[in-house]
């Protein structure tokens, strides 16, 4: 009897376990969405002789079932001094509103079926003593990888996506 007892409070116990796991499983997690194709075209922000600073903006969203959490975001800039050395190129990531001088992201808190915009700014520096002017009249299309670092209910996770800032982009930003 009292080996019957404990096998059907065990049976209960296990049962209990697999409808909480079940549950768990259904309630989805976040994903999050950015849709490269549809960023803006570069605007500039500044200009001086030297130094070019522009911006393309780019909006995700949130598509999953739960909150999100964007740790951290960068880009990757593929654009090496042995395939093209007048131009150093940088990039940093903001939130639009929020937007820093330092090389740091801001997390933010993406609830399910939410978004919000991003800013991607870049600065271009003329090098081997040319002006901006003269460094990007020969710059090549320069392919740009942007990683996010989320968080859902899952385990920590990496979005990279690619785009690609074309010569005639960031040439029209110089001319006069």
Do not use: W
């Amino acid at each position: 009897m009292l080996i019957c007892a404990i096998q059907i409070i065990l049976a209960l116990v296990v049962l209990g376990v697999a409808v909480v796991a079940a549950y768990i499983c259904l309630q989805g997690d976040a994903k999050m969405f950015f849709d490269m194709k549809k960023r803006t075209a570069a605007v500039k922000v500044s200009e001086t002789d030297e130094r070019l600073d522009f911006e393309v903006e780019l909006d995700y969203k949130n598509v999953g079932k739960q909150e999100a959490t964007l740790i951290d975001a960068y880009m990757r800039i593929y654009l090496p001094q042995e395939q093209y050395d007048d131009v150093l190129l940088r990039g940093k990531v903001n939130l639009k509103g929020v937007l820093r001088d330092d090389d740091y992201f801001e997390a933010v808190l993406a609830p399910a079926g939410t978004g919000k915009t991003m800013v991607l700014r870049f600065e271009a520096y003329a090098k081997n003593g040319k002006t901006i002017a003269e460094a990007l009249a020969n710059v090549p299309d320069v392919d740009v990888a942007l990683l996010v670092e989320c968080r859902g209910r899952g385990a920590l996770y990496t979005e990279k996506k690619y785009f690609t800032l074309t010569a005639e982009e960031m040439r029209k930003l110089v001319e006069k």
